[in-house]
């Protein structure tokens, strides 16, 4: 390999001191020749053996290798040229504590990526070359110096260089075994260049073949010089090989010498030798470094037990509570929003009176706004239509329909006849001042007129009050049934109904879950059939005078004493009950079919309350047995039924069907165009009848009779299976609802959601909190390894310069200190993964014994414990990247004099 220095000049600029390090250098090598290099201290020779290595740079002149000049090499050809043609060995040794013997030998052919087969035999020769055979195994802190300047030896030689060079190799050692060390250097300069800086003449006088005198980085003597002009012009002018040119050995290698590779499990592995000698500060760095996978890890463990908790509580609760679609609802948003708004309207009327003109009386509309308003916020829904949608078997929402489907609950009319303590028959929808104005009998028969009044129409019956004008007293006695679990329209009419039925459950049960949960049963049991019922107190186990006067449980004396009483000013005595006696009473349900008298000629007669037909009625009626007594739940949100009495879907079912068959309503449906009430056509009796106006008629004596059609539920309750199937079923109704005039939208309530999405979005709050909290560790964390990545940079300075001047490129040297950090990220993340595995055994413990066993599992999904691990790699890794391209971007000879 031939070598040249063709006026070469470096200069170091430090502050404002130039120091002329080289000044115009020419010299030529021959390929095998064992140089040394002579001068005192300063005069520039460590500068010059960097230049010749390609660890430095010269500023002008011309660096020749191989008859070519260098001025236009790369980063990664002056690596690759480190790598493979220099070998460096240094006063002070520079072997690589943390590795052993062979590992330090092996280096060059590491950073090369030559394979661990290839580089072992290779280093076991060099180091055999060196005489220190069976030696591979010990760390360099474990050998005398000269063993450690032969190691140095060893690794300079193992990939063969074409040109040795030695920085006062022997400064450090004895004369003896300073002679050891120059004789193994003459032995190595048989077959190729040695190069060496010394202070010592008379070792260079007896073992180099020429020696080179320099002094204030000029070149004064040269005991042998060699003119490598003429090569080097040949070399600029193309012929790159040298050949044939006397005294110059043919390159062994190509002109551009491969690219220096490492693989990143070298990396992985130089860190990892690296970190396993430091191990106390490596657990601490990683435990340090775990804190806050532990906490994220544990935040995450918990919310996602508790989620799981929710899900299977939703999806156990979702199968019992419906949504739920009332024909009737309240918009409560909408009629708060309003009445906020009349509020603030009041506010400003107000404000306005006291600007307001005082010659001047105004108009306050604010009570027409109201009324309007909680008119609007009463929601119609057309459940016929909807029911329709419902069962196409081509409806979207049919394949979310959950096990227990869809259920849907009528309005019938009916009566209900109660014994007042007095003895006395009366109809419990009759009005309480009828009830206690006149003797009981009589007011019964009076309280028939049709006036509407009294309050005995239903909110489901209300369109009968105007239809029925001339049917006069049909429209009586009809039984309001407000659905269960509805927040209807709290008309006038409904005040008096006291019965209604209970949301029904699925698969024919009378009460759906979500009733039986939201009520606390004092007394008796649940209802179990038809002709069971529940009596509703409120939460305070009371229900109103009024109420209990006219379900005859208290006579119309001690209702009027009392009312006496409180007009006194009095205390009212006061009346209570055994729950328990409670259970077991009866009333008797009337239907309205059955209301009906068969005249046996076609026409039937209303059979009116009163002694004539109290017997008559009763025989015609089916008991009703209190089966229980319930309150509302404590914090029960569904606690909604409304009525005092409540019973089941079953019963609605029987009276549906007895109805059918009654014989109103077929002689009716056998006939449409008569009135069965008075034998004469429909026609006749309806002042300029249009076929509407008779079809009418036609519908409300159906109606009154107490006929139901299926296609017209008043309410509706659809079961999901899970949350995203309940979720898919509003968003058909949603889809139902698009387009759609608003008054033939559907509005419902959705239950589950209410209870628990407000819960599921706590915890998912709480756990965005908490994780954002912990996130500071891990940026803390990020910092610490910086810091701990910065001192070990700092720390292995000396090593960043020994493997560049083996030839590894800046991205190797990041990516030794990369691998480093990613090792100390996975461990932190193993540990932090690992740490709070184990901290749920205890935490599952703990919530076992305070919710029972089973019912939350704190458990670290296997997914999140994965990218938390990878989170802690990065996390760590980039708190290591700016100290590794710090490291990268380091001057390999500041490096290298580095202490
Ligand atoms: P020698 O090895 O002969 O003792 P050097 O080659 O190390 O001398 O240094 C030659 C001159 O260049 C000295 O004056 C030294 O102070 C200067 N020098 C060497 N390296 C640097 C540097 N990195 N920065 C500034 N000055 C330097
Ligand atoms: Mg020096």
Redesign the pocket.
């Known amino acids: 390999m031939m070598l040249a220095l063709d006026h070469v000049s470096k200069r170091?600029?430090?502050g404002g001191l130039t120091?002329q390090?080289l000044d115009d250098v020419s010299l030529g090598f021959r390929n095998s020749e064992f140089v040394s290099i002579l001068?005192?201290?300063?005069?520039?020779?460590?500068?010059?053996l960097?230049i010749i290595g390609g660890l430095d740079r010269y500023d002008s002149g011309d660096l020749i290798i191989d008859g070519v000049s260098t001025k236009r090499y790369r980063d990664a050809d002056w690596d690759a040229y480190r790598n493979h043609t220099i070998g460096f060995v240094f006063q002070s040794y520079n072997l690589i504590g943390h590795q052993t013997v062979l590992a330090n030998v092996e280096l060059a052919l590491t950073i090369g990526g030559v394979s661990r087969g290839e580089r072992r035999e290779k280093a076991m020769t060099a180091l055999a070359k060196v005489g220190l055979a069976g030696q591979e195994h010990k760390k360099p802190n474990q050998m005398s110096g000269g063993q450690m300047q032969r190691v140095a030896i060893a690794r300079a030689l193992v990939n063969d260089p074409a040109i040795l060079l030695a920085?006062e190799p022997t400064g450090a050692l004895d004369t003896a075994t300073g002679i050891q060390i120059m004789e193994l250097l003459r032995e190595v300069s048989k077959d190729r260049l040695v190069i060496m800086?010394t202070h010592n003449p008379e070792l260079a006088e007896r073992y180099s073949t020429r020696i080179v005198r320099?002094a204030d980085?000029h070149v004064v003597d040269d005991t042998m010089p060699f003119d490598a002009t003429a090569v080097a012009i040949a070399g600029s002018t193309g012929d790159a090989t040298g050949v044939g040119v006397p005294g110059l050995r043919k390159p062994r290698r190509g002109l551009r010498p491969g690219r220096v590779g490492m693989s990143w499990a070298t990396s992985l592995s130089l860190s990892f030798a690296n970190l396993s000698t430091k191990k106390a500060r490596t657990v601490l760095t990683s435990f340090a470094g775990s804190i806050g996978i532990i906490g994220i890890a544990s935040i995450l463990a918990l919310s996602s037990g508790v989620n799981t908790y929710i899900a299977d509580l939703q999806r156990d609760t979702m199968s019992s509570y419906p949504i739920t679609i009332n024909s009737q609802s309240v918009d409560m948003t909408s009629l708060m929003g309003s009445m906020m708004g009349g509020t603030t309207a009041g506010g400003a009327t107000e404000a306005k009176k006291a600007d307001a003109d005082r010659t001047k009386a105004h108009v306050d509309y604010s009570d027409i706004e109201q009324s309007e308003a909680a008119a609007n916020a009463v929601k119609t829904n057309d459940l016929t239509e909807f029911k329709r949608y419902l069962d196409d078997p081509d409806s979207d929402i049919r394949q979310y329909l959950g096990d227990n489907g869809i259920v849907y609950s009528y309005d019938v009319p009916f009566s209900v006849l109660a014994d007042d303590p007095d003895g006395n028959v009366i109809n419990t929808e009759t009005d309480v001042a009828e009830l206690t104005g006149d003797d009981t009998g009589s007011v019964a028969t009076s309280a028939m007129g049709a006036t509407g009044a009294n309050g005995m129409m239903s909110g489901g019956m209300g369109g009968l009050a105007g239809g029925a004008a001339g049917l006069g007293s049909t429209a009586a006695g009809t039984g309001s049934s407000d659905s269960s679990g509805s927040s209807d329209a709290s008309s006038e009419e409904s005040q008096a109904s006291n019965f209604s039925q209970m949301t029904p459950g699925p698969d024919g049960e009378a009460v759906s879950d979500l009733t039986r949960d939201s009520y606390e049963l004092l007394s008796g049991s649940w209802v179990k059939q038809s002709g069971d019922v529940m009596l509703v107190l409120d939460e305070n186990n009371a229900l109103p005078a009024g109420t209990l006067l006219q379900l005859g449980l208290i006579s119309a004396d001690e209702y009027t004493a009392a009312a006496d009483a409180i007009a006194d000013g009095k205390d009212a005595e006061t009346i209570d009950w055994n729950v328990d006696d409670l259970v077991g009473r009866t009333f008797t349900l009337v239907s309205a079919s059955d209301r009906y008298q068969d005249n046996g000629d076609g026409t039937f007669t209303y059979l009116a309350d009163g002694d004539d037909n109290w017997d008559e009625l009763r025989s015609r009626g089916i008991t009703l047995t209190v089966s229980g007594v319930i309150r509302p739940a404590d914090d029960a949100q569904n606690a909604t039924i409304s009525t005092a009495v409540a019973y089941t879907s079953q019963l609605t079912d029987q009276l549906i069907v007895h109805a059918d068959g009654s014989a109103v309503v077929t002689t009716q449906e056998a006939s449409p165009d008569t009135n069965v009430l008075t034998g004469t056509a429909f026609a006749d009796e309806i002042d300029d009848a249009t076929d509407d106006d008779i079809e009418q008629a036609y519908d409300d004596n159906l109606a009154a009779f107490g006929k139901v059609s299926y296609d017209a539920p008043s309410s509706i309750s659809i079961y999901a299976d899970g949350f995203d199937d309940k979720e898919a079923i509003a968003d058909c109704i949603t889809a139902y609802n698009q387009g759609k005039d608003e008054d033939r939208q559907i509005t419902y309530t959705d239950y589950v959601a209410l209870m628990t999405s407000s819960v599921t979005t706590i915890v998912n709050v709480i756990s965005t909190v908490l994780i954002a909290f912990v996130a500071v560790s891990l940026i803390v964390s990020c910092i610490m390894i910086g810091i701990i990545t910065r001192i070990s940079v700092l720390e292995r300075t000396k090593e960043i310069g020994v493997l560049r001047a083996l030839g590894a490129s800046r991205r190797n040297i990041s990516q030794v200190f990369n691998a480093e950090t990613a090792i100390i990220g996975l461990c932190a993340g193993l540990l932090g993964v690992g740490v709070t595995a184990l901290l749920t055994i205890p935490a599952n413990a703990v919530v076992g014994r305070l919710l029972g066993a089973g019912s939350l599992t704190v458990a670290l999904p296997v997914r999140y414990a994965a990218v938390l691990v990878a989170i802690s790699v990065i996390i760590t890794m980039l708190g290591g990247l700016l100290p590794a391209r710090k490291a990268a971007k380091q001057?390999p000879?500041?490096a290298l004099?580095a202490e």
């Open positions: 170091y600029v430090t120091q390090a001068g005192p201290s300063g005069s520039g020779k460590t500068t010059m960097n920085d800086v320099l980085g001057d000879v500041i004099r």
